[in-house]
């Protein structure tokens, strides 16, 4: 393990808990059913073992695939291609999943700026594509002869026109600056509460309130492409209900499975590297214990920098703001 400082609280797995957890790691040789695969890690290529998925399981599919960029996956090294061969290598990805999708389900498809141009016509060709998600990723190297690439998209998709939308779900709390008040004196259209004035807002496809696992997150690992749990909860909560299967085919370090878990959903994901189905089946049995996501809390999602009021939210809170799980 990583010598760290003793404020990081990075997630990694010593040599003891990589033998344990590679026990549960699954390998199919044969095609499988739904029971033998829910709430299981599949530590295989998803090309390999996507013809032995059942059909028709999935009710939310998060497809995070590596970008359009050369970047070292410890060790599994993931290529820039010519945007022709991604296209065909990202279509032929899709292509043998589409069998595991129900009729009514959803699927996200995360990428960035020039990813988004490649994919966008072939999930035009089998999906119902009903939106595009931009969202703020502070995170990003400067540059001295362009813009700061800091955002990513995510497509939203639909096998077809009956789908799942929660939208009371996923609204996001807003602080009411200069609130206005009726004749009567009584708020419009905002709530005063003990902690503050507030506003719960319809979700938009801009979003500006998630925050990037760094080392002081305890959801935080090494993974080089992490996505924020924050981030997965919105998904989760907006495109399925309790007790539907979440089906991630490029796990990485386990968001999707973690927040669906802690969501009261089933997942199945499939990861390639070893060392990131160890993490995620660690953070899954963290999660266990401490099912907080933070940035949501009280069953809202809060605007960032709002710490004060998430605290004062909820009785996990507190404790949560005593250990420092919340940033601000």
Known sequence: MKE?????????CSEDERVKFSRQFLCLQTPVSVAEIKNKVINQNLIDVAAKLPSEFVDLMILDPPYNLTKDFDGHLFKEKDSADYINWF???????????????????CSDWRTSTLVFPVLERHFQVRNRITWEREKGRG??????????????????????FNVDAVK?????????????????DWNETATGNFRDTHPSNL????????????????????KPEKLIAK???????????IFDPFLG???SAVVAQKLGRDYC??????????????????????????????GVFWERNSLNEQKLDSPKGIIQKAVGLFDV
């Open 4 to 12: 760290r400082a003793s404020r990081n609280r990075t997630i990694e």
């Open 253 to 255: 370090s386990g968001t």
């Open 207 to 226: 979003w500006s309130d998630i925050t990037i696992p760094f080392w002081s997150m305890p959801e935080n690992t090494d993974h080089p492409t992490q």
């Open 269 to 298: 994901g499939i990861e390639q590297n070893s060392e990131y189905c160890c993490l995620a089946l660690k953070r899954l049995s963290i999660a266990k214990t401490n099912p907080s996501i933070q940035g949501y809390s009280g």
């Open 235 to 245: 998904l989760i909560l907006a495109s399925s209900q309790e007790g539907d299967i």
């Open 91 to 109: 279509n032929e990805i899709l292509g043998s999943l589409l069998h595991v999708l129900k009729p009514q389900a959803s699927v996200y498809v």
């Open 143 to 164: 540059a001295k002869t362009n813009w700061k690439n800091n955002t990513e998209d995510i497509w939203f998709c639909t096998y077809g026109n009956q789908y799942t």
């Open 172 to 188: 996001l709390r807003r602080k009411v600056i200069a609130p206005y008040r009726s004749e009567n004196g009584d708020p419009k």
